[in-house]
T-cell receptor, first 115, second 113 residues
Framework: AQSVTQPDIHITVSEGASLELRCNYS??????LFWYVQSPGQGLQLLLK??????LVQGIKGFEAEFKRSQSSFNLRKPSVHWSDAAEYFC?????????????FGKGTMLLVSP | DAGVTQSPTHLIKTRGQQVTLRCSPK?????VSWYQQALGQGPQFIFQ???????QRGNFPDRFSGHQFPNYSSELNVNALLLGDSALYLC????????????FGPGTRLTVT
């Protein structure tokens, strides 16, 4: 069964500083990997996705993530955090079961941005 | 182009009651998935509908059921509500041929008292 671990429940970053959110996954085959962001009272917005190819993927809002198969990781990065980035971030892995896709999410990391 | 819409926004029910939540997918999408997000947790997959049939189901009891209509909209029904059913229920729509790209609605906040 597929699973996702986000080891950091909360992270506080100063505005303008760099950010890295960690994600480790467990999946038997080549995974499809995603990062979503959720602002308070909102649904999930897709930041970026990895299906295959280049292991460094670019997303919206200046985010990027790097797939490292050897470490089963898909960490999210941003070089300079803005106050508007404060939100909860979810890593997810996509897998197929009987030919139909499902998403398995981690428990999320809450990002706090200090002035 | 409207994205995924869900109704109602908030709902308060009593234990033992039944509830129906509704979802309209993004224009052009034919697949609807439902997720339950408990407080402080990530979303958990409930089930997925395509061509008006339940195609995939997560680890949820039969009290959770659903329906998809010919216009691709969907309903989630929960019977015999428990306090533990209190959560944000998220609907996601996608194209069956590209189901990996799931677009989420704002969710319905269900509180069971």
């Amino acid at each position: 069964a597929q699973s996702v671990t986000q080891p950091d429940i909360h992270i506080t970053v100063s505005e303008g500083a760099s950010l890295e959110l960690r994600c480790n996954y467990s999946y038997g085959a080549t995974p499809y990997l995603f990062w979503y962001v959720q602002s308070p009272g909102q649904g999930l917005q897709l930041l970026l996705k990895y299906f295959s190819g280049d292991t460094l993927v670019q997303g919206i809002k200046g985010f990027e993530a790097e797939f490292k198969r050897s470490q089963s990781s898909f960490n999210l990065r941003k070089p300079s955090v803005h106050w508007s980035d404060a939100a909860e971030y979810f890593c997810a892995v996509g897998g197929t079961n009987s030919g139909y896709s499902t998403l398995t999410f981690g428990k999320g990391t809450m990002l706090l941005v200090s002035p | 182009d409207a994205g995924v819409t869900q109704s109602p926004t908030h709902l308060i029910k009593t234990r033992g009651q039944q509830v129906t939540l509704r979802c309209s997918p993004k224009s052009g999408h034919d697949t609807v998935s439902w997720y339950q997000q408990a407080l402080g947790q990530g979303p958990q997959f409930i089930f997925q509908y395509y061509e008006e049939e339940e195609r995939q189901r997560g680890n949820f009891p039969d009290r959770f059921s659903g329906h998809q209509f010919p216009n691709y909209s969907s309903e989630l029904n929960v019977n015999a509500l428990l306090l533990g059913d209190s959560a944000l229920y998220l609907c996601a729509s996608s194209l069956f041929s590209g189901t990996w790209e799931q677009y989420f609605g704002p969710g319905t906040r269900l509180t069971v008292t």
